[in-house]
Structures are given as C-alpha cells and as structure tokens.
C-alpha cells in the first residue's frame, strides 16, 4: 500500500510539475518498475496504475516492445516471458470501454486468434474461467508454441505469456500463469 501512494505521489508531483494536463492525458501515463526481493525469492514488476506482478525466482528484465506495451523477462532456465499491463479501451475494438470482464477477454482472444489464423498459426484455448475472468491459449506453428493468458481486473488487462521453451511442461505452462494472475 505504500508503494502505491508512494507512486501516486510521484504522479501527481510530476503532473503538478509540468502544468495541469487533460485527464484523459494524465490517465495513460505510467510509472513502471522491476525488482528481484531475494529473501522472498521473487521478481516483483509493475506498471501504475494498470498492475503488479510477483514472478517466482529471479527473472531479469529484458526489452520493451512500445507499440504492443510487451516487457520481456527472462530466467535462469532461459524460459522467456512476455507481461502486458494496460487498459481496456487501448484496443480498436474496444475503444469505447464497454467490453469488461469476461466479455472483453472473450472479445480479446476472438480478436487475437482471428489474427493469428489468418497468419497460418493455430490457437486453441487451454483453459477459462468466466468468474475470474480470463482465458489461457496457445499459439503454436511456423516456429511459435506461447502459452497466453488474457485477463481483466477493474478495467485493466493483464497479458502474461510463456514463449517457445521446451524447459516446461505445458502443465508447468499453464500453472504458472495461473498462480502469477490469481492472487
């Protein structure tokens, strides 16, 4: 709780710093961060105001791609992984912000299995769970095998993804992203 009126804090000074900006200007800023807690044996990352993540193990922090807002991590076991944090309405078919919850993750896998089938991949859901609000799929073909999950909280999406490793069962896949988007 600290951390996040720590950031808030940040926020508003740096906004009061350069003047009142529109609210909607203010709403896409972040403030985004990583570190590995060694006593806990976790690497925590975050992107204020869209989520948090606790990752098992020490995971270093690798490139940011912009333009899909994917950090990229990678372990000592060379598993790859991708986190996306943003906003619901950031999409072009939810731009309006009406799809939330279960709704906008269907919406989200119909978009993006719609764009990789056409690209010659196949997806195929995993597993869902409408009450928590996500979906786990896979991508697999012309040299991609990911395991994604797609989910909502409060207007934000988390996207975690497992990239091609054959360090990790599909079960151990699927487990993971689990355990770091249900808290």
């Known amino acids: 709780m600290n951390k996040i009126k720590y950031l808030f804090g940040l926020l508003l000074i740096s906004v009061l710093a350069s003047g009142f900006m529109p609210l909607e200007v203010v709403a896409q800023s972040t403030i985004a961060g990583a570190e590995y807690k060694p006593d806990k044996n976790i690497t925590e990352y975050f992107v204020f105001p869209y989520g948090e993540v ?24 060379s598993v790859l992984i991708a986190i996306v944090f943003g906003a619901v309405n950031d999409y072009d078919f939810n731009r309006n912000g009406s799809l939330k919850g279960y ?7 119909g978009w993006e ?10 997806c195929k859901i995993i597993e869902e769970d409408q009450s ?4 786990i799929w896979r991508v697999l073909g012309q040299g991609a095998d990911t395991y994604s999950l797609i989910g909502e909280r409060k207007g934000h999406v988390c996207n975690f993804s ?3 490793t054959d360090k990790w ?5 699927v487990q993971f992203l689990k355990n770091i988007y249900i808290k």
């Open 54 to 77: 606790s990752l098992p193990g020490k995971w270093e922090k690798l490139q940011y791609v912009s333009k899909s807002h994917q950090q990229f991590f990678i372990n000592d076991e």
């Open 103 to 109: 709704d906008f993750v269907k919406a989200y896998y």
């Open 113 to 122: 299995s719609e764009f990789y089938s056409s690209s010659g991949f196949e």
């Open 132 to 135: 928590k609000s996500y979906i």
């Open 162 to 164: 497992v990239n091609l």
């Open 169 to 173: 069962t599909e079960d151990e896949k």
